[in-house]
């Protein structure tokens, strides 16, 4: 269940502190006749740890652009039990009805990995958006290319790639969606997240704190050196980064200085 704060239309972009506007890499990206479409239909939400936007089979409702350090995983239910993680997305993307037209029911689990605050609006305000302004449909079509890139790319990586690799593959793009170095995440949530034991994620953590690329506590990983963690890192990282560049230059996000 998500939290709603009320709605956010009216904020200006820079208004001080982080607004959707800027907390968001598609919104901060949007024509102005765009963002005019769909400001004043955006509510500011709360996401939890483990929430669930959708279900598969459910009729997607609302979009949600997750602002800042908030991520969300779109995963896969098997019928053992186990969850398989198709993509993940934060701060350069959106979840839910970005290029259908209309209701359509979901085929994977949107759950909040990391939890943090989103834009959300109704679909139907969305196409509503798009139709008045085609730079929104422009924008969002571009995101949905890096997306699906995205998952193919994880595709090639979980059959071809060591463990170690495309953790800490996952963990440099956390790194770069959160913007800080000590990330809420417990070894739990990334063995299932990959769906391998826990004991094994112990011992890829352990090998990662060796290098001297990363430190562990109580549910948090901190980044020690980032260059340590791109050497470890396969090459999907910078694949999928330079497909984001060549599609919408300041979509992906990056460190700032």
Not at 134 to 154: F, N, R
Not at 166 to 171: G, H, N
Not at 178 to 185: E, S, T
Request: aromatic letters at 6%; hydrophobic letters at 45%.
């Amino acid at each position: 269940m998500v939290k709603s704060s009320g709605g956010i239309a009216g904020q200006p972009e820079g208004s001080g502190g982080a607004t959707p506007l800027t907390g968001n890499q598609i919104l901060r990206l949007l024509p102005r006749a765009a963002l005019d479409a769909i400001a004043p239909w955006l509510e500011e939400v709360g996401l939890r740890v483990g929430d669930s936007l959708f279900e598969p089979g459910d009729d997607v409702t609302h979009a949600y652009f997750p602002l800042n350090g908030a991520v969300v995983a779109l995963v896969l239910p098997m019928r053992a039990g186990r969850a398989v993680e198709a993509a993940t997305v934060g701060r350069e993307g959106a979840v839910g009805g970005i290029v259908s037209l209309g209701h359509k029911p979901a085929f994977a689990r949107a759950l909040v990995q990391i939890p943090g605050r989103a834009a959300r609006i109704s679909v139907s305000r969305l196409e509503t958006a798009k139709h008045a302004a085609p730079g929104l449909h422009d924008v969002l079509v571009c995101y949905a290319d890096c997306l699906t890139a995205q998952v193919l790319q994880s595709v090639g990586c979980a059959t071809v790639h060591s463990l170690e690799a495309r953790s800490a593959r996952w963990l440099l793009m956390t790194h770069d969606r959160l913007q800080r170095a000590d990330l809420p995440l417990t070894q739990e949530a990334l063995a299932e997240m990959f769906g391998v034991a826990r004991t094994y994620m112990t011992r890829i953590a352990g090998a990662l704190q060796r290098r001297g690329a990363i430190s562990y506590r109580r549910g948090i990983v901190r980044i020690e050196r980032r260059e340590l963690l791109e050497e470890a890192a396969c090459e999907c990282y910078g694949s999928v980064r330079r497909h984001f560049e060549r599609i919408l230059p300041g979509l992906y996000p990056t460190l700032e200085p």
